[in-house]
């Protein structure tokens, strides 16, 4: 089956930093890519919805100046949390929609995200 | 998308069958039932789904009721590779963003 990326794995950095998040498709193209946020022991929240060439949509209640999303090629989207506190350590997903089968969508394998 | 409602855990003994209910009583005529699992740190793997008719594939099967107000997603013979959080989403295609509901953390027991 299709296959997405996420680089890095783990990530660990220092409050007040900012960190970059890259989301892959390997073998197909992604108009859109979403990413979520999983705490420890909850379910995967929706954070945003990105497309290729436009700017993110948001669910209500994420910060757009804090969680920067850019989708500049139909392979790649990148998540940045900005000046990242230990409250933005989570679990961070992403998946694509397959731009050739809109109906499919794949799973990155995740970015464990720790901020100390 | 109509709401899920899953138990929130459920053990079962590894080589048995692990049978997953789902209750979906407000699904629309045009809403897809999807099975997603999640292993421990990992992303969600996609598993089946299906309109209203049985599914079976390598991995599981999808009993959809009549009504298709529920369904029951069928590990035939579970294994410890098994044990992982099973998502039941209700969607009309799954081109589009996911909401995930609690799921159900399943336990193999050796």
């Known amino acids: 089956g299709a296959v997405v990326s996420q680089h890095p794995s783990w990530v660990i950095c220092k409050s007040g930093t900012s960190v970059k998040i890259e989301c892959r498709s390997l073998d197909f193209q992604a108009t859109t890519m979403f990413w979520y946020r999983q705490f420890p022991k909850q379910s995967l929240m929706l954070m945003a919805t990105?497309?290729?060439?436009?700017?993110?949509?948001?669910e209500q209640g994420v910060e757009k100046d804090k969680f920067l999303i850019n989708h500049a090629s139909l392979t790649l989207s990148t998540l940045t949390v900005t000046s990242a506190h230990p409250e933005d350590s989570s679990f961070y997903i992403c998946?694509?929609?397959?731009?050739?089968?809109?109906?499919?969508?794949?799973f990155g394998p995740g970015t464990r995200l720790t901020v100390t | 998308d109509a709401k899920t409602t899953q138990p929130t855990s459920m053990d079962c003994a590894e080589g048995r069958a692990a049978n997953l209910p789902c209750n979906h009583s407000t699904i629309s005529g045009n809403e897809y039932v999807y099975w997603y699992r999640q292993i421990h740190s990992q992303g969600p793997q996609y598993i089946i789904h299906g309109l209203k008719n049985n599914k079976t594939n390598e991995m599981a099967s999808l009993i959809i009721t009549e009504d298709r107000k529920s369904s029951t997603l069928i590990l035939p013979h579970a294994t410890l590779r098994d044990t992982a959080v099973y998502y039941c989403?209700?969607?009309?295609?799954?081109?589009?963003?996911?909401?995930f509901g609690t799921g159900t953390s399943l336990t193999v027991i050796p």
């Open positions: 989403i209700v969607r009309v295609d799954a081109g589009n963003q996911f909401y």
């Open positions: 990105s497309n290729e060439g436009s700017k993110a949509t948001y």
């Open positions: 998946s694509a929609r397959d731009r050739s089968s809109y109906r499919e969508q794949y």
